[in-house]
T-cell receptor, first 120, second 107 residues
Framework: QVQLVQSGAEVKKPGASVKVSCTAS????????INWVRQATGQGLEWMGW????????GYAQKFQGRVTITMNTSISTAYIELSSLKSEDTAVYFC?????????????WGRGTLITVSS | EIVLTQSPGTLSLSPGERATLSCRAS???????LAWYQQKPGQAPRLLIY???SRATGIPDRFSGSGSGTDFTLTISRLEPEDFAVYHC????????FGQGTKLEIK
């Protein structure tokens, strides 16, 4: 089954860091970039960044530069996003989504999301 | 950054009716790289349309996309009960930005 399975919900304190995983199955992991998108409650979607599993190249939205790191372990088809210096405004559902490397850059498969709550 | 504005914010219609959702960009979207997604509560977004007008695999033909440049439209020709959800537009021609979403609710 073609899917992206994400790690479970977490509660973090302000100033802490969080790392969310996204494990792919059912397709060739190296044929797709992994992107990360978040959604605060009642809000729209917000793109955070991407990583190419072949080159390890990354790109981040300017808003998150210096605070976000995307990594991968291709041997287990898993991508990670780490967000540091958490603030209450980072409370959101974090989605991973794949994008065909050789093709248009839309997201054709999404994970079910991971709720990150930042609260003291 | 390209800002996408979706309208209306909420659309109230009945099953069987036609739905027309709008997505307007603050500047021209390169190569009409505009996608539409459907999202139901507690679920991940599902790709409906890419390249402004191409239906994704498995998407019923009652869903259609149109437009170019700065003005794009998603049309659902005859609403089915399962179509009531939130719809997001996404431009991927210049980095990535999303609209704020249109909620399609049952009247």
């Amino acid at each position: 089954q073609v899917q992206l399975v994400q790690s479970g919900a977490e509660v973090k304190k302000p100033g802490a860091s969080v790392k969310v995983s996204c494990t792919a199955s059912g397709y060739t992991f190296t044929s797709y970039d992994i992107n990360w998108v978040r959604q605060a409650t009642g809000q729209g979607l917000e793109w955070m960044g991407w990583m190419n599993p072949n080159s390890a190249n990354t790109g981040y939205a300017q808003k998150f530069q210096g605070r976000v790191t995307i990594t991968m372990n291709t041997s287990i088809s898993t991508a990670y996003i780490e967000l540091s210096s958490l603030k209450s405004e980072d409370t959101a559902v974090y989605f991973c989504a794949r994008r065909l490397i050789r093709g248009e850059k839309y997201f054709d498969l999404w994970g079910r999301g991971t709720l990150i709550t930042v609260s003291s | 950054e390209i800002v996408l504005t979706q309208s209306p914010g909420t659309l109230s219609l009945s099953p069987g009716e036609r739905a027309t959702l709008s997505c307007r960009a603050s500047q021209s979207v390169s190569s009409n790289y505009l996608a539409w997604y459907q999202q139901k509560p507690g679920q991940a977004p599902r790709l409906l349309i890419y390249g402004a007008s191409s239906r994704a695999t498995g998407i019923p033909d009652r869903f259609s996309g149109s437009g170019s440049g700065t003005d794009f439209t998603l049309t659902i020709s005859r609403l089915e009960p399962e179509d009531f959800a939130v719809y997001h537009c996404h431009q991927y021609g210049s980095s990535h930005t999303f609209g704020q979403g249109t909620k399609l609710e049952i009247k």
